[in-house]
């Protein structure tokens, strides 16, 4: 069974195009939208994501929105415990996709990590 993981150097995530995201003003409280909102930078990436070293320059003080965490994915998107694993692969691979592309090296990196036999 896949188990996920965030990858190092991937930042899918941090790409923050509300065109890509349209919905994600009913699943944050309007402070956690202008919150998001003050994140986007011109190019749709977060003002944050550092794109030479492909992480997060905030990532221990980063909104909760942005963790992946059970009490995150409950209050957010009302996902079970239980269920978080199966929907944060789900969103990693429609992220990854949409930012990267099908069959990106970022994708090809996640589906190793989370233990999906590629071979």
Known sequence: MA??????GCGACCHLDLSERPDIQ??????????????IG???WCIHFDHDERKCSIYAERPG?????????KRLYGIDPDDLNEFAI?????QIDAVYG?????GLK?????GLDLG
């Open 110 to 114: 996640f589906e190793q990590a989370i």
């Open 90 to 94: 789900s969103c990693c691979r429609e």
């Open 65 to 73: 929105f942005c963790r992946v965490t059970p009490e995150t994915f």
């Open 42 to 44: 011109p190019d749709g």
């Open 3 to 8: 188990t996920w993981t965030c990858i190092q």
């Open 26 to 39: 009913e699943y944050l409280s309007a402070e956690e939208f202008e919150r998001y909102l003050s994140l």
């Open 102 to 106: 099908n069959r990106s090296l970022e």
